[in-house]
Nanobody, 125 residues
Framework: QVQLAESGGGLVQAGGSLRLSCVAT????????MGWFRQSPGKEREFVAV????????YYADSVQDRFTISRDNAKNTVYLQMNRLKPEDTAVYYC??????????????????WGQGTQVTVSS
């Protein structure tokens, strides 16, 4: 199991920006596809973004496309999520995890059951 620690959340006004970080405890971090997920109160956890091993390919949920950017620094075992033009509907607890392709084409799922504590993002209107 890869251990994960997210940080960088906070309270921001609509239109603002935040940068989330996730440090992974993994001997071979660059062997993992990494992604971000989020969960709002009363809703299921949903996929946000994914980045492949060397960072050459990224995919995003339609709701965050062109506003969020995922990146990674394999030397630091860290994956980032730059969030711009935030909206109140982005309010959620954000989690990172290792990722694997889902059973349906074009979908992504967490590759392990273990999660970090997440980081709260609150966007005020």
């Amino acid at each position: 199991q890869v251990q994960l620690a997210e940080s960088g959340g906070g309270l921001v006004q609509a239109g603002g920006s935040l940068r989330l970080s996730c440090v992974a405890t993994a001997r071979t971090f660059n062997a993992y596809i990494m992604g971000w997920f989020r969960q709002s109160p009363g809703k299921e956890r949903e996929f946000v973004a994914v980045i492949t091993w060397a960072g050459g390919t990224t995919y995003y949920a339609d709701s965050v496309q062109d506003r969020f950017t995922i990146s990674r620094d394999n030397a630091k075992n860290t994956v980032y999520l730059q969030m711009n033009r935030l909206k109140p509907e982005d309010t959620a607890v954000y989690y990172c995890n290792t990722v694997t392709p889902g059973t349906d084409p074009g979908t992504w799922e967490p590759a392990q059951d273990s999660w970090g504590q997440g980081t709260q993002v609150t966007v005020s209107s």
